[in-house]
């Protein structure tokens, strides 16, 4: 147990349907991240959030759009995805964004586009 | 842009050691990291590096840094079956700290 908690752990959704993955840390931790695992690939970083501001956004496709409500929670909003973002979607907290910062994970949302 | 690479699959035999290698590009790295990811969990930070190191021990984990060759690798001795998993090896951006992940490798222990 990380801390970190996603929801839900799997997904499986159409491309014209509209979902949401949540993740939540109770930590106390400022800055928060969502991460792309595909099989065989580096894990790729979507986006940050630090003290709830969007400070990172990697060229990521505007059909995944993040929130960040409070420092608490941070979700992602999908909508019209395609079948190649299928993929482990995981959630990472850590204190700040400075160096030798630990990240904790979430144990990720396995989704699926059909 | 940063690029962490490392090699997919490690099999080992219960008892040996494992040795996992990563080679990283940005010079400017300050930490070097490994995590390790459980079958249906999220990456744990395993132990970490800092660049002016050389070598870094803790109980089975052994991590050993040639920033020359920008050259890192994970030593696990006496591999148990619990060690079977994805080890990814992370570094840290001086600039921004941007962690950059490898695809991580996949250790299976055999008895």
């Known amino acids: 147990e990380t801390g970190v908690t996603q929801t839900p752990r799997h997904l499986v959704m159409g491309m014209t349907n509209k979902k949401s993955l949540k993740c939540e840390q109770h930590?106390?931790?400022?800055?928060m991240y969502w991460y792309k695992q595909s099989a065989k690939k580096p894990l790729e970083l979507m986006f940050v959030?630090?003290?709830?501001?969007?400070?990172e956004n990697n060229s990521v496709p505007s059909r995944f759009s993040p929130e960040c409500p409070n420092s608490s929670h941070l979700f992602l909003h999908l909508h019209t995805l395609q079948p190649e973002d299928s993929a482990l979607y995981l959630c990472?907290?850590?204190?700040?964004?400075?160096?030798?910062?630990?990240?904790?994970f979430g144990q990720g949302t396995r989704l699926t586009v059909v | 842009g940063e690029d962490v690479e490392q090699s997919l699959f490690l099999s080992v035999r219960e008892g040996d050691s494992s040795v996992i290698n990563c080679t990283y590009t940005?010079?400017?790295?300050?930490?070097l990291y490994w995590y390790k990811q459980e079958p249906g969990a999220g990456l744990q930070l395993l132990t970490y590096?800092?660049?002016?190191?050389d070598m870094k021990q803790d109980q089975r984990l052994t991590v050993l840094l040639n920033k020359k060759d920008k050259h890192l690798s994970l030593r696990i001795a006496d591999t148990q079956t619990g060690d079977s998993a994805i080890y990814f090896c992370?570094?840290?951006?001086?600039?921004?700290?941007?962690?950059?992940f490898g695809a991580g490798t996949t250790v299976t222990v055999r008895a």
């Open positions: 990472a907290s850590s204190h700040d964004q400075g160096a030798g910062t630990e990240a904790f």
């Open positions: 930590l106390g931790h400022n800055a």
């Open positions: 959030y630090n003290f709830k501001e969007q400070t």
């Open positions: 940005d010079s400017s790295s300050t930490y």
């Open positions: 590096i800092f660049s002016n190191m």
């Open positions: 992370a570094e840290g951006s001086a600039v921004d700290y941007k962690l950059s």
